[in-house]
């Protein structure tokens, strides 16, 4: 057989191998994305192995710290006339009889309407300005993932708040951002909702010792931010006692 014979039969064999390497490493990748994007990052939803596992407190014990940070945000929201509510982790102290946070929980979540009137009125680097003259530290996500996250310079253990922006995308609660398309399905199985649970006037729970709005339908949203545990009670390992 001729060099140029030995070539040609090479090549084909190597340019097959190849093909074959990219589908492989595609459907690799595919069925990583997928995989992931049904994984619950939130630690209310068990013990995770990539996370340190939370302090737990007493949930007899007011958590005072929290609860300030809370109120905070309440009444900056209040100021500007903008609709807001608990959401996510927040939610579960009042849905489990606590009047406040969980016992391992360490930070707020606030949802707020992004088609509220008040809220597009308000420039947005005022709307943050206004979190920072309080004490808090602003970083702003809003572009990535939808959110600020806020840190109270004033506390001993400097606790954290999110304020998370959602819009009504054809009756579903959704939040904007770029991270929220590349993990598309992520967010939509764990971070979107029906806009009629948001719907004006909300009703109010306590949270420590103030009223704050919360969802329509009690447990109702947690069925859509937490669509596979939902109607379980899990715990850190260090919180089973409460």
Known sequence: ?????????????????????????FVAFVLMYVGLSFVSFAPYTGNKV????????????PRTSLIKLAHKMHLILDSMGIEHWLMYGS???????????????Y??????????????KVPFEEFKARFTSAGLKVTDKSLRS??????????????????FIFYNHGG????AGYETWIFYINYR????????LVKQPLPKVRFGFFNISAPRGG??????????SWWKVVKPANCEQF
């Not at 447990?219 to 669509?227: A, F, G, N, S, T």
Request: hydrophobic share 35%.
């Open 107 to 120: 930070d707020v979540d606030i949802g707020i309407n992004g088609d509220d009137g008040n809220f597009s």
């Open 219 to 228: 447990i109702e949203i947690m069925k859509y931010l937490y669509p596979f």
């Open 1 to 25: 057989m001729t060099m140029a014979g030995v070539q040609s039969g090479i090549c084909p064999t190597n340019s097959r191998r190849r093909l074959k390497l990219t589908v492989v490493v």
């Open 146 to 163: 939808g959110n600020l996250m806020l840190v109270d310079q004033n506390s001993e253990n400097g606790e954290k708040g999110e304020v």
């Open 172 to 175: 579903v609660m959704t939040l």
């Open 50 to 61: 990539w996370k340190t596992t939370p302090p737990c407190f007493d949930s007899n014990k």
């Open 91 to 105: 939610l579960w102290g009042p849905l489990r009889g606590i009047p406040g946070p969980l016992p391992w929980d």
């Open 189 to 196: 199985v764990y971070n979107s909702f029906p806009a009629v």
